[in-house]
T-cell receptor
């Protein structure tokens, strides 16, 4: 079993829809949770960062962490065709560690 | 400000050949890492470095060598290429936590 599980999709939604992307994990020591966005044939870029449990909002994006359930989510409101990309969750145990564990990524397509 | 620069962008190798993937960053980041990305597997950590002269193994280090003689450069060497090393390789620098990693645009390697 992988430490981080993520549904690969693809997820196809109409423009303006609310998108929910999720990851589950098995290592209860994870404390730092991130979402990266990766456009086709590009490197991943950091989208959201959350420490421990709770919510964090940035524009149309909201990240949620539920450590009791070992479950993290990324919500995208008013989705746009430009949001079409692969979204990867990532997590680590400590702040100053290089051991960043990624999910496999969920491919999202937003159609006009 | 170039960020993280990877060369070459594409490479085809024959089984048994050796080569070096180059990675350079101009952001004075201490942390640098190499990941490989395969379909259905997500990003997997090969080697990482927390500073010049310090390297360590990640999840899938076999068949790869690294060294870090300067803060800016972190080359990845394939000692004897195998078809199983066909992948997209990403170099990243920064911090795994709050500020995240900055990824290069990747090297697409095919071993035949």
């Amino acid at each position: 079993q992988k430490e981080v599980e993520q549904d690969p999709g693809p997820l196809s939604v109409p423009e303006g829809a609310i998108v929910s992307l999720n990851c589950t994990y098995s290592n209860s020591a994870f404390q730092y949770f991130m979402w990266y966005r990766q456009y086709s044939r590009k490197g991943p870029e950091l989208l959201m960062y959350t420490y421990s449990s709770g919510n964090k909002e940035d524009g149309r994006f909201t990240a949620q962490v539920d450590k009791s359930s070992k479950y993290i989510s990324l919500f995208i409101r008013d989705s746009q065709p430009s949001d079409s990309a692969t979204y990867l969750c990532a997590m680590s145990v400590a702040y100053n560690t290089d051991k960043l564990i990624f999910g496999t990524g969920t491919r999202l397509q937003v159609f006009p | 400000n170039a960020g993280v620069t990877q060369t070459p962008k594409f490479q085809v190798l024959k089984t048994g050949q050796s080569m070096t993937l180059q990675c350079a960053q101009d952001m004075n980041h201490e942390y640098m890492s190499w990941y490989r990305q395969d379909p259905g597997m997500g990003l997997r950590l090969i080697h990482y470095s927390v500073g010049a002269g310090i390297t360590d193994q990640g999840e899938v280090p076999n068949g790869y060598n690294v060294s870090r003689s300067t803060t800016e450069d972190f080359p990845l060497r394939l000692l004897s290429a195998a078809p199983s090393q066909t992948s997209v390789y990403f170099c990243a620098s920064g911090s795994p936590g709050r500020h995240g990693y900055t990824f290069g645009s990747g090297t697409r390697l095919t071993v035949v």
